[in-house]
């Protein structure tokens, strides 16, 4: 995400419920210098088909995040813990199928 | 990329610095054999970042120059129901270029200064695009050729390694489909209508077959396509960097092949002649022959200097201008409404 030029319009990015049942997904971002105006330029172009229930728009520059390149350690929990899954363990019946 | 020893004795950290690219670099490399996406935040080679810059705007540029030829249309369509669906498809032209503009943003370049770009000449758009469009049929033309190979040229884009261009590309080929069809629906009207609605639908093939065959596929790069063997080396050297890293998965002749192949049943379909006699079937091949495209002779005659080429640009530039007004009112209003919400919240609740 880069900074917005001098007097460029903020970046937002875009995230959509497509239908019942399904969360909000991230599908990409607009450029508008306030939310109403993000979220009709949004409206606009992600919502021309279907039958979408839901729109967020949220300011790029306010997106905290994490990615596993830059910081490794953070991400550490999630590998090297076999036990945190079922196959680790003795199956319920003969075969183990129809366990879960 | 590796550093020559004597260097790296002169430097201290030139050897480290070396060493960790290549293992950067060898992760990277990883990353592709196993076909995974790469994502905004990885790390990528400088080159692998440049050539998508340059690929996503000049897929944007092209999405936006192309509402020109058609958009011209919009006020003369026999028919409101044709009115209505050009217009949603104009409409999805500029929205497949807002697309891809937010995914080349992702690589940390802002749209701003890839339309300055545009704008200044630097950056180029598909010059299939600096051909009038001179009748109502060539917009049934543009759509059912170009768009065609269009969607030839996308539908392996789908799957290109950059993860945000791969993404934005699946939605622009599910709107592309509808644009073919319109089209090939609007020539099938003419050519089933009066000898003078047909001979349009045949004059606009006449004058859009070469631009979708040369122009929307770029330049020769396989010697076995009939081009001169200089053009074709350097044009093989670019797709085989491109298909390495993932970025296209198909030389341009191979998809060139494709189109061809689609387009002459369609085209009989239709009663339409495509307007080059070297088109049969091969059986050996399993493919249709066509005529090989006089490259030299053709760039000569397309270059920048054309009248519509000046046109596209001018036009461009002028709605961007136009336009400017609109977005200092809207940044004037959006430092008002933050100045009122601050000088607000002392002395109002907030529900």
Not at chain 2, 161 to 169: E, F, K, L, N, Q
Request: with cysteine; aromatic share 8%; hydrophobic share 40%.
């Amino acid at each position: 995400m880069s900074r917005p030029a001098e007097g460029a319009p903020a970046s937002w990015e875009v995230f959509l419920r497509p239908r019942r049942g399904l969360s909000h997904q991230h599908v990409g971002s607009v450029r508008a210098s306030d939310p109403d105006m993000a979220l009709s330029h949004a409206r606009d172009l992600y919502t021309r088909r279907g039958e979408p229930l839901s729109l967020w728009v949220v300011r790029s520059d306010t997106v905290y995040a994490a990615s596993p390149g830059e910081r490794d350690p953070f991400f550490s929990n999630a590998p090297h813990k076999p036990y945190r899954y079922p196959e680790e363990f003795v199956p319920l019946s003969e075969g183990g199928e129809g366990d879960d | 990329m590796t550093g020559s020893p004597a260097r790296a004795a002169a430097s201290p950290g030139a050897g480290e610095e070396a060493a960790s690219q290549a293992r950067l670099t060898a992760e990277f490399e990883a990353l592709l054999a196993e076909g995974e996406t790469v994502e905004p935040r990885d790390w990528m080679p400088d080159g692998y970042r440049r050539m998508l810059i340059r690929q996503i705007a000049q897929h944007a540029h092209s999405e936006i120059i192309g509402m020109q030829p058609e958009g011209a249309w919009l006020t003369r369509a026999p028919s409101l129901h044709r009115k209505s669906v050009l217009l949603a498809k104009v409409q999805d032209e500029a929205g497949h270029g807002l697309y891809l503009y937010s995914a080349a943003e992702t690589l940390g370049v802002d749209r701003a200064e890839l339309l300055a770009a545009l704008h200044r000449g630097q950056q180029r758009y598909a010059a299939t695009f600096n051909h009038p469009a001179l009748t109502w049929a060539d917009t049934g033309a543009v759509a059912w050729l170009t768009d065609g190979a269009a969607v030839i040229n996308q539908a392996p884009l789908c799957h290109t390694s950059y993860g945000p261009y791969a993404r934005a590309m699946r939605r622009v080929c599910q709107e592309e489909a509808f644009h073919v069809r319109q089209g090939y629906d609007l020539m099938k009207a003419l050519c089933e209508g009066t000898p003078a609605q047909k001979a349009m639908a045949q004059d606009a093939v006449d004058r859009w077959w070469l631009p979708a065959v040369a122009l929307m596929f770029g330049p020769p790069d396989t010697e076995a396509a009939g081009g001169d063997a200089k053009t074709a080396a350097l044009g093989a050297a670019v797709s085989r960097r491109a298909i390495a890293w993932g970025i296209k998965r198909h030389t341009n002749d191979e998809l060139r092949q494709r189109f061809v192949d689609h387009c002459v049943p369609q085209a009989e379909r239709l009663g339409l002649t495509l307007p080059d006699p070297g088109i049969r079937w091969n059986e050996e091949r399993g493919h249709y022959d066509f005529g090989p495209v006089d490259w030299e002779l053709y760039r000569g005659a397309l270059g920048d200097d054309t009248h519509t080429a000046r046109q596209r640009l001018a036009h461009r530039v002028a709605a961007h201008e136009d336009g400017a007004w609109v977005r200092e009112a809207a940044a004037a209003y959006a430092a008002r409404q933050s100045g009122a919400d601050t000088a607000g919240t002392s002395t109002e609740a907030v529900a």
